[in-house]
């Protein structure tokens, strides 16, 4: 079963305008790190924000928040006031427990129109 | 900027060739990951360094192997490369378990 599934491929969106990616993740373990990673044609993967797994409020950064449901398990991210740069593909991610490694969606491709 | 630096930046290499990417971690960062990215997928964990010991791997075989060194930097090492190694490979530094920050990644191109 897929830990981290991301069912949005592709996405269009007018500037300015709100948008949420929509992430849903699966884990026994009650200790866990859930990420949002943006990675431009460049190729670097840039980090945004971040929700732990006992965290009582939802995270935000900017203009990113993260939506965050613990019992329907999803973890979207919202992104205000959308800008042209924002145009990339966007990663949902977690890492569980202790474990060493973090586990990617399969990710989202976001495009802001003019 | 992220403070992770990987070179080279791009790489072609003939099947069977040995390759080296490195890596420098963030400052204050002792943790050391690799990821390999094929196109259109997501990253795929290798394996990570703490302390200069390998911490965790992933579903790679042996002829993928690293290092990390006393100023915590590492280095990638794929021996006999095969097509299917095309990638980005993408390092990730962090501080233990804490948020982890990549590089620009290595795109590496076997042919």
């Known amino acids: 079963a897929q830990k981290i599934t991301q069912t949005q491929p592709g996405m269009f969106v007018q500037e300015k305008e709100a948008v949420t990616l929509d992430c849903t993740y699966d884990?026994?373990?009650?200790?866990?790190?859930l990420f949002w990673y943006k990675q431009p044609s460049s190729g670097e993967m840039i980090f945004l924000i971040y929700q732990g797994s006992y965290d009582q409020q939802n995270a935000t950064e900017g203009r990113y928040s993260l939506n965050f449901q613990k019992a329907r398990k999803s973890a979207n991210l919202v992104i205000s006031a959308s800008q042209l740069g924002d145009s990339a593909m966007y990663f949902c991610a977690m890492r569980e427990g202790r474990d060493d490694k973090i586990i990617f969606g399969k990710g989202t491709r976001l495009h802001i129109l003019p | 900027e992220t403070g992770v630096t990987q070179s080279p930046t791009h790489l072609i290499k003939t099947r069977g060739q040995q390759v080296t990417l490195r890596c420098s971690s963030q400052?204050?960062?002792?943790?050391v990951s690799w990821y390999q990215q094929a196109l259109g997928q997501g990253p795929q964990f290798i394996f990570q360094?703490?302390?200069?010991?390998?911490?965790g791997r992933g579903n790679f075989p042996p002829r993928f192997s690293g290092l990390q060194f006393p100023n915590y930097s590492s280095e990638l090492n794929v021996n006999a490369l095969e097509l299917d190694d095309s990638a980005l490979y993408l390092c990730?530094?962090?501080f233990g378990m804490g948020e982890a920050f990549f590089g620009q990644g290595t795109r590496l191109t076997v042919v």
């Open positions: 884990t026994s373990d009650p200790s866990y790190g």
């Open positions: 990730a530094s962090s």
């Open positions: 400052s204050g960062h002792n943790t």
């Open positions: 360094y703490y302390r200069e010991e390998e911490n």
